[in-house]
């Protein structure tokens, strides 16, 4: 079994999490996310992984442009449980919109994913679609192939968690228009380091 | 796909000392069952009316087998590593209880877990955790099967959860008898310990 899965793990509420910050058990800046309860410490940043998250905020505010803005590797609010710090999310309005409390429904999240693949396809794929993130892109960088993920969709006969149904892989010579920027074009290429 | 070593996410583990500051600070939700078990936070599971049956009886039967100069715990903290606070479900400790107002013992002569079915795997990793801290004599008394299983002599071995196991199990039928290590004149029948 996973060390993450197992059952008998303390979950802690966002309320708790915030509490290990304010304590100083946790540090703003520590390399941590509160997941479905979980507080678990992040993929380990290599360069490739930066350059990636660098290129993909770039490409996604020049798609987005006025009314938008991207931040990356902050947090966002999902549910009581899950706090997340997606590599790139697009939200809309401005930083100044979110003095008070972290956004809770970007328009886009990207993960920027290496030896990271399996959590990004599973339990943050669940965690996201459960929050109804309508747009999911994990920069798969093993392959070099965007996984495009769409339609959140509930648990039923065909499926045992939250997940996306439609999830479309494509390559660097491939281009993609985000749900919530319909008239821009997005160069895979321009998204790989 | 290219060979490349998977990250397996991984909880923020915490150390003894803070997870007493955390209960210090009053972060946990009153009334929560949590141990810390390797620089994990284990949620207990809710006490069924067997379990605690269980504990109750094995703690009488403890306090008449070791007699004074022994305290007999019931779920209360041990200090156990600097990754460690267990809340055993007995716990047989030497002296009086006022021997850890200020301090949990960070040993116990003895070891009691009360075990049902789902909780067989929990309870195995905790007996690794016990055979690292070199506990002598840890007891599993297994509801399901109305057996006392009996572990002793700790010994490294790096398949085990924490690297360390019991050398010595025994299962020992509800119409036999036992006696602790630390108090080997005493005579226990197990089935004196099943509710």
Known sequence: MKQAERPGLHRWTRHEYQRLIDHGFLDEDDPIELLDGLVLVKEPQHSLHRTAVLLVAKAVERAFGEGWFVQTQSPIVLDDRSEPEPDVCVVRGSPRDYVDAHPTRPALIIEVAQSGLRLARGRKAAAYARSRIADYWIVNLIDRVLEVHREPARPGPARRHWGYAAIETLGADATITPLAAPSADVRVVDLLP | ?195
Request: charged letters at 25%.
């Open chain 2, 1 to 195: 796909m290219r060979a490349m070593a998977s990250y397996e996410p991984r909880t923020r583990r915490f150390t003894r000392a803070e997870y007493e500051r955390l209960i210090d600070l009053g972060v946990f939700q009153p009334g929560e069952a949590i141990e810390l078990i390797g620089g994990e936070l284990m949620v207990a599971e809710p006490q069924g009316a067997t379990h605690y049956t269980a504990i109750r009886k094995t703690a009488k039967a403890l306090e008449a087998a070791f007699g004074p100069g022994w305290d007999v715990r019931t779920e209360g903290p041990i200090g156990l590593d600097h990754e460690s606070e267990p809340e055993p479900d007995v716990a047989v400790v030497p002296g009086a209880p006022d021997d850890y107002a200020r301090a949990h013992p960070s040993r116990s002569a003895l070891t009691v877990e009360v075990a049902e079915s789902s909780l067989v795997l929990d309870r195995q990793r905790k007996g690794s955790l016990y055979a690292r801290a070199g506990l002598p004599d840890y007891w599993m008394l297994n509801l399901v099967d109305r057996v006392l299983e009996v572990y002793r002599e700790p010994a490294p071995d790096s398949a085990a959860p924490f690297g360390w196991r019991c050398g010595r199990s025994q299962v020992i039928d509800a119409s036999a008898r036992v006696a602790p290590l630390a108090a080997p004149g005493s005579s226990i029948l197990v089935s004196q310990l099943l509710p």
